[in-house]
């Protein structure tokens, strides 16, 4: 079974726990689109639900689909977030950013009763690090930020290259959001709470891929099957 067809069986896992009438962040990502694919074809055949998406791309993607969708400034909380992610530990502290829409996404899961990361095997890991930590950051005043967050880093015992992310014209990579993001290669990450409490109080740092005690299940898909972890 290839990557993406593990990617199709981790979201239709997921998609078992929605029910009627569940106000649902809808995560980014290869992963994510297969849960919002899937989800259109339940809104067609009747299910009731409302989503809100965690980037534009998957707000296209969400009309498309036929999926009703609405604002955290229209609806109070989500019953339930699903999403893709980088990385994920034994706690399920996550890295994500890989697509962009790290702080879309931060924002919808804090909104929401319960996350449901999906993924295939390959994104389960001992520690977190192997995948570089995206961190959006406001352009102006780069360097300041970037000395910032080198301090934290060497405060934490972590070295590594940090590059801005291109984009494909050549130019820094835009988010969502208008901002920039930092990609740093770090290795193993001892301490990721810390690491994430360090780099949330910088100026300029807007948010950054380290989510940490967001997740409440994982559901992994691999050769031998599906595997389905819960926080400890
Ligand atoms: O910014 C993107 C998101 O955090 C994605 O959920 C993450 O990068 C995982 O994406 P994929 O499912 O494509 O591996």
Known sequence: MNMDELKRQAAAKALEHVQGGMKLGLGTGSTAKHFVDLLGERVKGGLKIIGVPTSEATRIQAEACGVPLTTLDEIDHLDLTVDGADEADPDLNLIKGGGGALLR??????????????ADDSKWVPKLGRFPLPIEVIPFGLGATR???????????????????PGKDGHAFVTDGGHWILD?????????????????????????????????????????????VERP
Do not use: W
């Not at 996404?105 to 999906?118: F, G, P």
């Not at 000395?147 to 992310?165: D, H, N, P, Y």
């Open 105 to 118: 996404e931060k924002i919808v899961a804090a909104a929401s009763d319960r996350m449901i990361v999906i």
């Open 147 to 165: 000395r910032a967050i080198e301090s934290v880093f060497a405060q934490c015992g972590l070295t590594g290259e940090m590059v801005v992310r």
């Open 184 to 228: 740093a290669k770090l290795g193993t990450i001892t301490d990721a709470p810390r690491l994430g409490t360090l780099l949330g109080a910088i100026p300029g740092v807007v948010e950054h891929g380290l989510f940490i005690g967001l997740a409440n299940t994982i559901v992994l898909a691999g050769s031998d099957g599906i595997r389905v």
